[in-house]
């Protein structure tokens, strides 16, 4: 089944570009990571992808993005940062936008507002709330959206985050990107029907919307946006997707049905999805598309030799951009 287009020309190709940027980038990590040259842990973000990119399209540059969750590579590549930074991150080298240190879980970018995810799982929230507090000290009408996984809405942190949000009125947009699955644990099991309703004992307005549907997305976080920036205070939105990959590569997934994940492979791929919705509607042809994916398997292959000729750290860099050395003299210059 298909719906009609609801956004114009140029934003549907948009959507559906950023979409398969996602999808490519990550499709070359999750090989690149088999061959060896990827260290650590990585979570790819198969299922999320419309979740990401319709709230991107949806923010402004000076808007903040302080994200949290897991599936976060596709949120650093709507946020405009260079895929050879981001994929020199992963590879744990110089060239990265964090020099290496920050792996997968850790990129931030401040001159795109970036603003990487905090030390652990859910903490995040926090600082978004400082961020629109300091932008609207500084008299601007820019707004911190901020994601989070179901998981994470466990956390007491989210919820302090919630009520100070919600206090002092500010220009937050909190996204819960609920893919059923915390880790090995399902999201049905959480307390409420629909984890947006954690806004309301705050009288946060909320919704829940399907994540998956890249249009849904870009209009809601639209709206909430347009409140927070005309001073109607924060949003909580649930984003409903389909975790299509392991929790992270290696993970055998023993815990899931096999009929589920299937069917959520046929139903709620929001990139083939919405591929065969622009083009029943005639926004795009399949030669323009064929166009589209050359180009970006171009730029994905120039990030990755960017990132294999990027230098590894030195060895002292471990003891950069830490407040204290480690006992025993460990990292004290002689």
């Known amino acids: 089944m298909t719906h009609d287009v609801s956004v114009d020309d140029e934003m549907a190709k948009h959507l559906l570009q950023e979409m398969l940027r996602i999808k490519i980038f990550e499709e070359e990590t999750k090989a690149?990571?088999?061959?060896?040259?990827?260290?650590?842990?990585?979570?790819?973000?198969?299922?999320?992808e419309g979740s990401h990119a319709g709230m991107a399209a949806a923010?402004?540059?000076?808007?903040?993005?302080?994200?949290?969750?897991?599936?976060?590579?596709?949120q650093y590549i709507v946020k405009g940062v260079p895929l050879g930074e981001i994929m020199a991150e992963l590879y744990g080298r110089t060239g990265g936008s964090n020099k290496g240190h920050g792996g997968q879980m850790h990129v931030?970018?401040?001159?795109?507002?970036?603003?990487?995810?905090?030390?652990?799982?859910?903490?995040?929230?926090?600082?978004a709330v400082g961020l629109a507090l300091a932008e609207e000290m500084k008299g601007t009408d820019n707004v911190a959206?901020?994601?989070?996984?179901?998981?994470?809405?466990?956390?007491?942190?989210?919820?302090?985050?919630?009520?100070?949000?919600?206090?002092?009125?500010?220009?937050?947009?909190?996204?819960?990107?609920?893919?059923?699955?915390a880790i090995s644990t399902p999201s049905e099991s959480l307390p409420p029907d629909r984890l947006s309703d954690y806004g309301d004992p705050v009288n946060i307005p909320t919704e829940s919307i399907d994540g998956s549907d890249v249009e849904t997305v870009y209009h809601t976080v639209s709206e909430a946006i347009d409140r927070a920036r005309d001073g109607g205070g924060p949003t909580v939105i649930e984003s409903r997707v389909a975790r299509l990959n392991p929790h992270f590569e290696g993970d055998k997934e023993t815990y899931r049905d096999e009929e589920e994940l299937?069917?959520?492979?046929?139903?709620?791929?929001?990139?083939?999805?919405y591929r065969e919705r622009v083009l029943e509607a005639g926004v795009v042809s399949e030669s323009e598309i064929e166009d589209i994916i050359d180009t970006i398997e171009r730029e994905v292959q120039e990030a990755v030799e960017y990132a294999r000729e990027s230098p590894d750290p030195e060895?002292?860099?471990?003891?950069?951009?830490?407040?204290?050395?480690?006992?025993?003299?460990?990292?004290?210059?002689?």
């Open 32 to 48: 690149r990571y088999e061959e060896g040259e990827i260290p650590g842990f990585v979570h790819l973000d198969r299922g999320h």
């Open 315 to 334: 060895p002292e860099a471990a003891y950069e951009h830490v407040y204290k050395t480690p006992l025993y003299g460990q990292g004290e210059q002689e």
């Open 145 to 181: 959206v901020t994601t989070i996984g179901d998981g994470g809405t466990s956390r007491g942190s989210f919820h302090t985050a919630l009520i100070f949000a919600a206090y002092w009125d500010l220009p937050v947009v909190f996204i819960i990107e609920n893919n059923g699955w």
């Open 262 to 273: 299937e069917r959520a492979l046929e139903e709620k791929d929001p990139v083939k999805n």
């Open 108 to 127: 931030s970018k401040v001159d795109r507002k970036l603003y990487g995810h905090a030390a652990t799982i859910g903490s995040g929230q926090n600082p």
């Open 59 to 74: 923010m402004r540059d000076d808007d903040w993005l302080a994200v949290g969750g897991a599936r976060l590579v596709g």
